[in-house]
């Protein structure tokens, strides 16, 4: 297919949601956006990235400034007036526009921040949603943050619930709820690398790329 896609991922803390969107845009070659699109939004609005990391996959909590005190921390003055005031909200905008920008410029994979519903009008797109079973998830959180079972299990409790308020607040649709996406898969089920394979099937299938 020459048109330009989108495939957006949403996904449970410690599913491999990330992993697997990573290893799926290498292997359809296409650009991947994670964290990234922090960096792109702050390039863009002149704005530091620490705006976007504390408003990261967070509800609107009102004027934001306080945080960095005052006068806010552009990267160039000028940028926007200094008494701007800017709200969670106003991030998620800039945010959004981003990721309308870089999926108009070329075929491209996002995971979360509410891709899926930012790009609902794009012509070619697919919204998967991955989960895992809780065992799984809880292991991949102890080995990489380091901590005991039921530490792995509050932060995964947390995390997860920041995400579906981040979700349902944006989208007004209901995060991780089969409804709201083209598929949802467990990937207990397959193990990461084969989950890898059935969703580039699945991609091959749908576009013929």
């Not at 990261?56 to 003055?77: A, C, N, Q, Y």
């Amino acid at each position: 297919m020459n048109e330009k896609y989108v495939i957006n991922i949403g996904r449970q803390l410690g599913s491999g949601g990330k992993e697997i969107g990573e290893k799926l845009a290498q292997r359809l070659n296409i650009q991947f956006l994670d964290k990234k699109l922090i960096e792109l939004a702050s390039e863009q609005s002149g704005l530091c990235k620490e705006f976007f990391e504390k408003a990261d996959e967070k509800t609107s909590t009102g004027i934001i400034g306080g945080l960095f005190g005052m006068r806010f921390p552009f990267v160039s003055d000028g940028a926007l007036p200094i008494n701007n005031c800017l709200s969670n909200d106003a991030l998620f905008q800039i945010q959004s526009d981003v990721i309308r920008q870089v999926a108009a410029a070329g075929s491209s994979l996002f995971v979360g921040r509410c891709s899926d519903y930012i790009l609902r009008n794009h012509p070619h797109k697919l919204d998967i949603f991955i989960t895992a079973d809780e065992q799984d998830r809880v292991q991949r959180i102890k080995l990489r943050q380091g901590v005991s079972d039921e530490q792995a299990i509050e932060i995964m409790e947390k995390i997860d619930k920041k995400r579906a308020e981040y979700y349902n607040y944006y989208t007004y649709k209901s995060w991780g709820v089969a409804a709201s996406y083209h598929l949802c898969i467990n990937s207990s089920v397959l193990g990461i690398d084969a989950t890898v394979d059935y969703l580039y099937e699945l991609v091959h299938l749908k576009w013929g790329v």
